[in-house]
């Protein structure tokens, strides 16, 4: 029987074990360290250019001010005199209650507002096409001017939000599309079969 040839090979000293074990270990805690996760506000594909994307903040006024709390006060006009409140001699205001389909009707003043912004990015050709029915809806219904706020700041939330998210057309916005024409019909329907005279 014919023997194997032994294999060549050197022998690893014992400093060379170490300096390759030490080095290993390194290389590996180096890798950890930089798959750690960062704080949220430290993200961002460029830190060394400013952080990341900083939205920037609007200027003051516009449709950004009809945005507040239902039961806030409308903010003071800057050129008007200021009232004093405890002057008893204007008599106090009724309150304005909302009529029953508030909830029903906001929510498809923000329908409406988004569907203003997606429609035109998914190709609609009439680009103020609901615009014009919230304009409709506003002059039929006559609301007081709180109440236009309210529902004029509806509707500029349902374009803002969607104007955040959706920069080109893509098939979740057409289900978006889809699933507001149909809600959006719905609530009508009910609003004019429930509370139309």
Known sequence: MARLPVPLFRRISSGKMTFMRVSTASLLLLIAVALMPEPASAQGWFPWFGGGYRPSRPAPGGVFDTLRPWGAPTPAKPGLPKQDAKAGDQPAKPTDTP??????????????????YLGPLCGE????RWRGEMQGLLESEQPTADRRDRLVGSFNRGYQSYEQTYRNCTPAADVVIKRFLDEGARLSRDIATRYGS
């Open 99 to 116: 009529p029953p389909y508030e909830g029903d009707f906001s929510r498809l003043a923000e329908i409406l507002g988004a569907l203003h």
């Open 125 to 128: 050709k009439e680009k103020e």
